[in-house]
Structure formats: C-alpha cells, structure tokens
C-alpha cells in the first residue's frame, strides 16, 4: 500500500489536532469497558437480569477483541481514517441504543455492537502513533496515549456510578454521544486520507479467527460457572478451539495478505511484548470488574464513591506512564518491565490484605501503589513492538499486541469469577453454622442469600469480601509472570528519526 499518512508530511499543528480527534475515540472507548461496573445494580434493579451480570462485561469484550485485528489489518489496507470513522459510528449507534434499551437481553446486544466499534477505535489509534511522529518521540505520546488508557478504564466507573447515583444509567451511554461527534469532527477534518492499492482481503482468515476468538473466550467465560473445568463441554469446546486454530493459521499461510502473519510469531521480541500485554489485560480487568463490588458491598460506599476510590489508580498508572514514555530512549526497556511487575505486585498483595472495617485510605494508597507499577509497562511494551516494525504492517502488529490484551481482559471476569467461586465454598465454611452453609449457593451469588438469612448477613458478607481478596492475591502472582518475559525484552528505542524495519 502507497502510504501517504507520514509524519515527515504533516505539520506539528495538524498532527496534534488528529490526535486530539484520535484520543477521544480511544477515551471513549475504553471509558465503556469499565463504566457500567458501577451502574449496574442501578441498571438490574430497573431490567432485572441479574444472572446475566457477567454478559454486560463480557459481550463487549468478546466483540471488541474480535474485530481489534480486523481492524488492525484493514487500517493497513484500506488507511486508518476511514476504519476509525466507520468506528466512531458503529460505536455512537450502539450507545444511543444501550441507553434506550428495555430489557438486559437488549442491553447485551447492544453492548456487543458498541465492542464491534471500540474494537475498531484503540488499534487505529495507537497504530496512528507510528504514522504520524517519528520514531524519537512516540514514546512520550504512547506514554500519554497508555495515561489516557488507564485514566478512561479507571475513570469509567466513578462516572458511571456518579451518573447513575445522580441522572440516569441511560446516560452511562448517552455520554458518549458529545465525545464521539467531536472525534468525528477532528479526524474528519484534519486526517489525511491515504493512497488505497487494491488488495485481496483475507476474509476467510477473518472468519476463522472470530470464531476461534469466541469460542476460546466463551470457554474462559462459561468454564467453572456453567459447567465444570475437567467436563463433556470444556472438552468439546477446547477442541472445537483448537480445530478452528489451526484452520487459521493453515489458512494464514496460504493468504496473500494475511490478517495475521504467521511470521510475526517467530518475533522473540513481538510474542513476549504480546504476553506481556496479555498478562497486564488479565489483571487489569480482574481488578477494574471486583474492586468496585467490594467496595460497595464490604467497605459499604456508594456507587459513586467506589468509582472515585479508583483515582488514585490513575494517578499512579498515569505519572509512571508518561515518565517511562518520556525516559525509556535513555534507560532502555528492562528497568520498567522490572521494576513495574514487581511494584504492581506488591500492591496487590496490598489490597488482598483488605477486610470489612479497613480504612478507605489504606485503600487509595494501596491502589497508588498498584497504578504505579501497572504504568511502567503500559507504554513501554507499546513502544517496543511499534520501534521493531514497518511502517507497512503498524496497523497489524499494533492491533496483534492490542488483541492480547484484549483477550486477557476478556479472559479476566471468567478467571476471576471462577477463583472467586473456588474460594467461597472455604470462606462461608468458616463463619457460617453447617444448616446455613448446605442452603446457601458457593459462588459469587450467595449474596442473594441475605435477604432469607438477615441474621448471618455480616458473616456473608465477610465470606465474600475474602473471597474478593483473595482473587487480588492471585492476580498479583499472575502479574510477576512479566519478569519471566522482560528477560527477552531488550534494548531501547531508535535514537535517529529513520524507521526501524523494512520500509
């Protein structure tokens, strides 16, 4: 493809204007991963659904990871303007929907359309990075682009409980509407439209690695909840997934333009960075999806407030952010992907330590602690990855690592749940009368149980905030997995304003 979308052909000023365009749809959505964790007892107490809690999160995930690289690789095809707006307009339907749907079964759908539409905005925009600033100062704007990331997926909840505590849910989504036409308006504007070579698309390719995605992250979903992990129907999906899986990746072999290059896995550097990413999705998640619960259940805050103890969160992930994105030409990349696991670790275990009664500022500073180490990887991961391709496959590689994280953050409400419910049996066992602990359910549900048993409604509650606990412990293990990785990871950005590969 004839790339004319260059940052030695665009002026300081235009860039900067694409990129406030471009930031917008990325705020916007990532902001809807996390803002209905909040708002949801608000939205089940108006549609009911609570079975269906989990699915709000998941079908957006499920959609967004999908198309992530899709979109990644039509960018590199068709030029990043058109998928980013196509973007924003899938993106501002399906939010005008969710926030007049009528039942949770709506509601569900249409999350799914808004993930089809973020799952075209974050790879576009980050892929962006590389096309319009030279090699020497992507890693302060990735380092703003990973603050900004973490600022909409913490923000999210505190917005979406103020909202909801304060207006309507309905307006969770309707919010979207200002920020979204903006960023049509900025990118519309200014965003140079590229040179388009015809090339034959790998649908095929697409389709088979959709189906894959979905099945593996249903499986992640459903396993340990609906059915049994060792069961008839993890067996049948783990081999539907790994039959799908390798049709993929016969068939990316045979493709003139692949969606993903077989090639790209013999990259010691790219597999790594996408693990990490994977990694860093996976625990994010897990903790922007229970944290807030806890908050409101066990410490007893409101939905607003439980959306603003993850501040702090932001605060953290967004100084070393932007101090790693500014500073890693000089360090190189071992030292934040060192010291960054090891601190976000730490604050894990922190928070693990939390109980019905702790203080709301051992809370924030426990979550400080946490952001801090979470920002050191962010930015530098992304840059890692974007310094070692060409320009001709940025949209691909930067979607590829995207889609990592996404499926770790997809992965991360089903691991979650489940180590949760691999705990409660344990914890309700300690503090409840054997008559109570046979009736009540062992899972995430048994705070339903409450309202027929008011007077052990502490001990419930205690069981279950443990059991939270307990899952921010595990994913502060799950998080050293990157010092295994950052041994591989080496070197530091290109020193000159030259492209790093092939071009």
Same mark, same amino acid.
């Given at each position: ?7 030695s ?14 930031s ?18 608000h ?15 998941t079908?957006?995930?499920?959609? &967004? ?20 707006l196509?973007?924003i ?25 808004q993930?089809?539409g ?18 020497? &100062?992507?890693?302060k ?35 979207n ?13 200014k ?6 070579? &015809? ?10 690695l ?25 067996a ?14 016969f068939n ?15 990259n ?47 605060i ?21 992907l ?17 109980e ?29 990855v ?13 979607s ?11 992965v ?38 409450i309202a ?9 509650i205690?069981?279950?905030g ?22 591989f ?15």
């Amino acid at each position: 493809m004839s790339n004319d979308l260059h940052w030695s052909n665009i002026d300081k000023k235009t860039r900067a204007t694409i990129m406030i365009g471009l930031s917008m749809g990325m705020l916007m959505a990532c902001l809807d991963g996390t803002i209905v964790a909040t708002s949801l007892p608000h939205i089940v107490g108006d549609l009911g659904g609570y079975e269906h809690y989990s699915w709000v999160f998941t079908g957006y995930m499920l959609c &967004e990871t999908a198309m992530i690289p899709i979109a990644g690789k039509l960018s590199d095809q068709y030029g990043r303007k058109p998928i980013f707006l196509v973007g924003i307009s899938i993106f501002l339907v399906g939010s005008v929907l969710c926030g007049i749907c009528g039942s949770m079964s709506q509601l569900i759908i249409f999350r799914a359309i808004q993930g089809i539409g973020g799952g075209m905005l974050v790879p576009v925009a980050t892929a962006a990075v590389a096309d319009l600033f030279a090699p020497t &100062e992507r890693g302060k704007i990735q380092g703003m682009l990973g603050a900004l990331f973490a600022v909409a997926m913490c923000l999210g909840p505190f917005l979406g409980g103020y909202i909801s505590d304060h207006i309507s849910w309905h307006w969770v989504f309707f919010i979207n509407l200002p920020i979204g036409l903006a960023a049509l308006i900025f990118t519309a504007k200014k965003f140079p439209s590229q040179e388009i070579v &015809e090339t034959k698309t790998d649908y095929s390719g697409m389709t088979l690695l959709t189906a894959f995605l979905f099945t593996l992250l249903l499986f992640f979903t459903w396993a340990g909840i609906d059915f049994e992990w060792l069961s008839i129907q993890s067996a049948g999906m783990i081999a539907l997934a790994a039959v799908l899986l390798a049709l993929f990746i016969f068939n990316e072999t045979k493709a003139k333009e692949p969606v993903l290059k077989p090639a790209l896995f013999k990259n010691k550097m790219f597999v790594c960075c996408a693990l990490v990413m994977f990694v860093f999705g996976l625990a994010l998640m897990g903790l922007m999806a229970y944290l807030p619960m806890f908050m409101q259940t066990v410490i007893g805050m409101s939905a607003t407030n439980s959306g603003a103890i993850m501040l702090p969160f932001v605060i953290g992930v967004a100084i070393t952010s932007m101090i790693s994105g500014f500073a890693v030409k000089r360090t190189g990349y071992q030292p934040w992907l060192i010291a960054g696991p090891i601190v976000a670790a730490f604050g894990m275990y922190l928070l693990s330590t939390l109980e019905m009664g702790s203080s709301q500022t051992a809370a924030l500073i426990y979550l400080l602690i946490t952001g801090l180490g979470m920002g050191c990887v962010m930015s530098v991961i992304m840059i890692a990855v974007q310094n070692g391709a060409s320009r001709g496959e940025m949209g691909m590689v930067t979607s590829s690592v995207n889609l990592f994280r996404s499926i770790g953050s997809t992965v991360a409400v089903g691991v979650f749940t489940t180590i949760i419910n691999g705990r409660i049996a344990t914890e309700l066992w300690n503090v409840l009368p054997q008559a109570i602990y046979d009736v009540v359910p062992h899972t995430i549900g048994v705070l339903e149980a409450i309202a027929y048993f008011p007077a052990y409604a502490n001990d419930i509650i205690f069981a279950y905030g443990e059991s939270i606990t307990f899952a921010f412990l595990i994913g502060g293990i799950i998080i050293l997995f990157v010092l295994l990785l950052a041994v591989f990871i080496k070197g530091r950005p290109v020193d000159t304003a030259d492209e790093s590969m092939g071009e």
